[in-house]
């Protein structure tokens, strides 16, 4: 009896964890972010992203090195108070724009709404709105 109440008392604390955990997770994603945006130049038009879509400057979408795949962010322009909300579809900022400090590359699309095409690159604020199912397949 003391042994079926003990394995039930530990799966019940395991249980419990493995939920604060992914709930934890959860919480530490949708913190805001504060860095700078760049965008995506026209030679990546057609290209495959980290999540199998073909990338079209003409969407709004983004690529975040570290957000789900899926996931909805709202990106505000710190210089000029615009806001675009984007789905995260590939991976990066990379290379010289990432060592600038750029959190985020957009589509030219998006670039265009938060008013920054000329100057290429703006300081931001990334809000998590919703990220993808757990079950999602992510990559």
Known sequence: M???????LVAALLTGFAA?????QAKRLRRVQLGLASYYGPGFNGDETASGEKFDQR???AAHRTLPLGSVVRVTNLENGRRVVLRVIDRG??????RKGCIIDVSKAAARQLGFVEDG????RVDVLRLPPEDADQQ
């Open 121 to 124: 690159l703006s300081r931001v």
């Open 20 to 24: 604060e955990t992914s709930a934890g």
């Open 93 to 98: 900022p990379f290379g010289k724009n990432h």
């Open 59 to 61: 969407k709004l979408v």
């Open 2 to 8: 003391m042994r079926c109440s003990t394995v039930l």
